[in-house]
Every structure is written in structure tokens, then in C-alpha cells.
């Protein structure tokens, strides 16, 4: 019996040995590099722990404006603070990222309050999903013993991102958390990038080296825009399918890749949030004409579009734009456009033919 049991035990040994080593290699934290001192908007996946709502995540993340979460999941601006989020669905958070010493990290958000209970280990594992170790945590908040916190400690949470350019172009740095199954190629295809540049860019030597949980930074390529210098809000770097709300929640600003990667910009139908410096949007037509930001004229040659350029304390800054060849998008507006003026002509015509045979019977 001792000879037919041994084996079995070295091979559940085994199994549990292997299992820890993946599981050690999944949740080990990610470092992304940074060339120079830059701050930038990032992105990183966040698995969620346990069902939630937005409002959940908005107040764990410190996420200022509810609208930076749905923009940053191509949510409708509609979608309300009280959806709920489902365990294990991931939802990408938008954080300010500052790039200092080779690496980055979250711009001191987001920031945890230390609960009765709680360890560093668990914080980063359990309510952060492993997106930071409890070693990291304790290095920027200068904690010397791991084993010693306080309940109500505010704790500094290092998110990972970069600010880096890629291939001498401005990208959004997405940390992106691997799921089983997933392939480099599949990532690479996925995200418009190529495996050769995951592997350069993260450090890992082979394709086989990629985990489940492990968090990969992908560069994500963004909507050219036409912004000013001089805009509070430059550079806005806006990857395919998501939004932001800017100029003192006056104007929307989107990136959709099937729009020749251009950002399109239009006056926000949102409730304004924040009364200051002004209670009412400024004007946001173009001065030369009198298309009003986001709209396009066509003619038989080209597109002219009011184009959105930035803002100050006074002002929204528009200017036109000319393309020799339209958008999909803007073909769409003005064909759904042509059809709702025949649409309308129709059931006015009709409606006068129906009133006419009536008067005619004497009904």
C-alpha cells in the first residue's frame, strides 16, 4: 500500500507546486517603463472582485466625473451611477498617470482608507485585484513594516501605466489583464498592435511567458485632433470607441476608428456639473459660418466641419475644417439626414391626399 500511495502523493504534490508557481507568475505586479518626466491619461483593467455598481468603482478609483468611467467603456453618458457590475466583469479605469525615475504609476490616486481588518496583502489582492503588490504599496506610503497599519490610514495605490510615445507616435498606455486562453497574436490583433511590439514593450522574452492575470501594457492608437496649444484640455488622447466630456462639461469628444481616426467633437447633452466659470455653455459655432460645432457641410468635392480646437475660462475655440473626401460617418448623418426630410415630405403628402378624399366623400 505505502509503495501504490506514494506516487500518488508526489504527483498531487506536484500539481500544487505547479499551481503555485502559475499563480505566483500571474499575480506578479506589473512595471511599465518610462523614457522621460511626462504625465498623460492611462488606462488599466479592473477585474472586478465582487458585484458592485459604477458608483462602487467611481469611489474606490477616486474617479472625479462619472463620465470619465462611461467614456472610458464607450457607456452612454445616460447609464446611471447605480448600474450594476458583475463579479469577474472588467471595467477599464481612466487615471492621470505621472512617468518620474523610469517607471509610472497613478498620479496619487487612487486613495484607500485602511478598514478594520484589512492587511496590505489583502488590499492589493482582494480589493484591488493584484493590479499592485503590497510591497509597492508600501514603498510609496514609506511604510517600514508591512504587518503595521491603521485603520483609517489613507493609503496611495500605484497604479501602472506609461507616458511614453510609441513609435514616435502618442498612444494611450492601456494595462490590459490577461484572461485564460488568451494568445499574444489574439492581444496583438485585438488592440491594432503587433506581438513583436507586446514582447519589446513588456519585457518578456517569449510568447509562451504570458499568463492568465497578468497585466500587459498595450499601446493603444488615438484620434488626430486639431487642439490649441493654449487648450486646458491638450492633448485629448482618445482611443477607438470611447469619449470623454470636456470644456466645463460643455462638449463631447469621441474617437471612433471607422471616422479616419479623427476626433469627432459636438455640443454635450449633458446636465452641467460644474457651475464655474460659467452657468450656460459659450457659444460653440464657427465664427467664419454658421455650422455649429460637430456639424458638416457637404458638397459635391469636399466636407467642411466645425471642429472643436479647445477652451479657456472664456472662451470654446472652434475652427473649420475641410476634407476632400467625407467620413463615413458624416455620409451617414447627411443620407439619415436626406431621408427624414423625404420621410417628412411623405407623410405630408400623404396626409393631404387622405384629407382631400375625405372632403371628397363628404367624411
Known amino acids: 500500500m505505502g509503495s501504490a500511495t506514494c506516487p500518488a502523493i508526489l504527483l498531487s504534490l506536484f500539481f500544487i507546486s505547479a499551481h503555485l508557481v502559475a499563480q505566483s507568475a500571474a499575480q506578479t505586479p506589473p512595471t511599465f517603463t518610462c523614457s522621460k518626466k511626462a504625465t498623460c491619461q492611462a488606462l488599466v483593467d479592473y477585474v472586478v472582485p465582487n458585484a458592485t455598481t459604477l458608483d462602487g468603482i467611481q469611489t474606490l478609483f477616486g474617479i472625479k466625473k462619472l463620465y470619465s468611467l462611461l467614456g472610458a467603456n464607450g457607456r452612454p453618458t445616460s447609464t446611471p451611477r ?27 490616486v487612487p486613495t484607500y482608507t485602511v478598514k478594520k481588518g484589512d492587511g496590505l496583502d489583502h488590499i492589493a489582492r482582494d480589493i484591488f485585484s493584484t493590479l499592485v503588490s503590497y510591497q509597492q ?47 499574444m497574436e489574439g492581444i496583438a490583433q485585438d488592440f ?81 456639473t460644474n457651475k464655474k466659470p460659467w452657468s450656460t455653455c459659450p457659444s460653440m459655432q464657427c465664427s467664419e459660418s454658421n455650422l455649429a460645432l460637430g456639424i458638416t457641410s457637404t458638397t459635391d468635392s469636399t466636407c467642411t466641419t466645425c471642429s472643436y480646437a479647445g477652451f479657456n475660462n472664456q472662451t470654446i475655440f472652434t475652427q473649420l475644417l475641410n476634407q476632400s473626401t467625407c467620413s463615413a460617418t458624416n455620409s451617414n448623418n447627411n443620407n439619415a439626414a436626406s431621408k427624414m426630410g423625404v420621410g417628412a415630405w411623405s407623410w405630408n403628402y400623404l396626409f393631404i391626399s387622405v384629407h382631400l378624399v375625405s372632403v371628397g366623400l363628404g367624411l
Open 137 to 183: 504599496i508600501a514603498a510609496v506610503n514609506g511604510i517600514k513594516d508591512v504587518n503595521l497599519i491603521e485603520v483609517g490610514q489613507k493609503l496611495w495605490i500605484p497604479l501602472p501605466c506609461s507616458c511614453d510615445d510609441f513609435n514616435g507616435t502618442q498612444v494611450v498606455h492601456y494595462g490590459h489583464v490577461v484572461q485564460a486562453g488568451n494568445s
Open 82 to 108: 447605480t448600474a450594476p457590475v458583475a463579479a469577474k466583469e472588467t471595467i477599464k479605469i481612466p487615471f492621470r498617470c505621472i512617468c518620474n525615475n523610469g517607471t509610472g504609476v497613478s498620479n496619487r
Open 192 to 272: 491594432g498592435t503587433t506581438e513583436e511590439a507586446l514582447l519589446k514593450l513588456n519585457g518578456i522574452a517569449n510568447s509562451s511567458e504570458l499568463m492568465a492575470g497578468q497585466v500587459l501594457d498595450v499601446p493603444l492608437k488615438v484620434c488626430a485632433s486639431s487642439m490649441r496649444n493654449g487648450s486646458l484640455d491638450n492633448p485629448i488622447l482618445l482611443p477607438n470607441g470611447t469619449y470623454v466630456v470636456t470644456a466645463y462639461d460643455c462638449v463631447k469628444c469621441s474617437c471612433d476608428s471607422s471616422n479616419n481616426w479623427t476626433l469627432q467633437c459636438e455640443a454635450a447633452q449633458v446636465k452641467l
